[in-house]
Each structure stands twice: as C-alpha cells, then as structure tokens.
C-alpha cells in the first residue's frame, strides 16, 4: 500500500527565512506533484515532477525529486506572507490513462511579518 | 473556460438521507476523480473514471456510488448519509499531456455536513 508522509505538519516561520518541507513516499511511483490550498479555496497545481534529479523552480519555491531515496522536496527560500498556505504533495501509478494520487496529510505554512 | 465546475457548493444532510453531487469538465480531459478532504487526512481518492464508460475505486469507496454520465459529467451519490461522510468532497480531471504528465485540475469543492 502506498503511503505519502510529510513533515513538518505545522510550520510557523518568519519573513525573509529559509526552510524545507519533506515528502516521503513508500513505493516506487510515477511523477509526483505539489499543491497548494488556501484557506477554504480549491487546490491550485504548483510542480510536476517527473524524474530522479529533477528539480523546478518558480519564484521562493523549489521542488526537487530523488526517486531512489522515494524522497521529494519543497524548498522556500527568504520567505513572505503571502506563501502561507497548506502545501500538499501527491503520487501514485497510472492506471489506463487516469493517476490514482494518494495525497500526504499536508503542511500548514504560516508566515509571520 | 470554466474548467471543473461543482454544484451544489455547501449542503446540509440529515442522518439517511440521500443526494448526489454533480461534477463537470469542460476541458476534454478523459480521466475525472473524486476526492473527500478531512482536516488532517490530505484528501482521499474515492472513486474515479479513466474514461467514458468506465469507473474504479480509489481509497474509501465505502457508502458512495459513481456515474460517469459522459465524457464531461462525473456525479458522486451518496445513498444514506451518514455522519462520518462529513467533508468537502473535490472533483478533478485530468488528461495525458504530450509530457507524459498527468496533471489534475480541481474544482471549487463542496461543503457537505451530515446531522
């Protein structure tokens, strides 16, 4: 059975910081993702990614994937308000056409000013 | 565009009663999925539809019935209501792109409480 772990769950930093959330995940799996949800809204795509040593980057965020390890990161770097916001990230296999993603339990990002 | 649209947005249910939750796509995508988010459990696959005509469980399929009604409208039924069905329930789509990613596109959810 596929199990997505991440950690930390809760996490409460200041402006201008750095920090790293982590994804493990327990079987080998196609293409993992990362999401992000505000408070009360739908989940919005933020990273694809689809190999080992694949590594993408948009604005703060960096997300980065090492398959041997079954290990992705989410790298923010010098942090502002308006990155809080749960992160989620997902895998699982491609069943005919369609993803079966299991989702980790997400981390609740706030950022203090 | 609208993307992946979700009707009704908030419901309230008593214990046994039943109703269905509508979900439609408007981007072509064959694959359509449900989900239920609970706080602290990420969300769950329930049911999903690789393609038209076709449906599979996911994760918790238990006290839910699908109907992939055509290639753009996948409904989620639930037939007795029960508290524990408490959540927001998400709809997505999702089709092979020339990348081979397999992206998911979420619709605005549905709040739905159970007395």
């Known amino acids: 059975e596929l199990k997505v772990e991440q950690n930390p769950l809760f996490l409460s930093m200041q402006e201008g910081k750095n920090y790293t959330i982590y994804c493990n995940y327990s079987?080998?799996?196609?293409?993992l993702y990362w999401y992000r949800q505000d408070p009360g809204k739908s989940l919005e795509s933020l990273f694809v990614l689809l190999s080992n040593g694949a590594v993408k980057q948009e604005g703060r965020l960096m997300a980065s994937l090492d398959t041997k390890a079954r290990l992705s990161t989410l790298h923010i770097t010098a942090a502002v308000h308006d990155l809080s916001a749960t992160y989620f990230c997902?895998?699982?296999?491609?069943?005919?056409?369609?993803?079966?993603?299991?989702f980790g339990q997400g981390t609740r990002l706030t950022i203090n000013p | 565009n609208a993307g992946v649209t979700q009707t009704p947005k908030f419901q309230v249910l008593k214990t046994g009663q039943s109703m269905t939750l509508q979900c439609a796509q408007d981007m072509n995508h064959n694959s359509m999925y449900w989900y239920r988010q609970d706080p602290g459990m990420g969300l769950r696959l329930i049911y999903y539809?690789?393609?038209?005509?076709?449906?599979d469980k996911g994760e918790v399929p238990n006290g839910y019935n699908v109907s992939r009604l055509n290639k753009r409208e996948f409904s989620l039924r639930l037939e007795s209501a029960a508290p524990s069905q408490t959540s927001v329930y998400f709809c997505?789509?999702?089709?092979?792109?020339?990348?081979?990613?397999?992206?998911?596109?979420f619709g605005p959810g549905t709040r739905l409480t159970v007395t």
């Open positions: 079987t080998t799996s196609d293409r």
């Open positions: 997505a789509s999702s089709e092979r792109s020339g990348r081979g990613v397999y992206e998911q596109y």
């Open positions: 539809s690789a393609s038209e005509g076709t449906t």
């Open positions: 997902a895998v699982g296999p491609i069943i005919q056409g369609a993803q079966k993603l299991v």
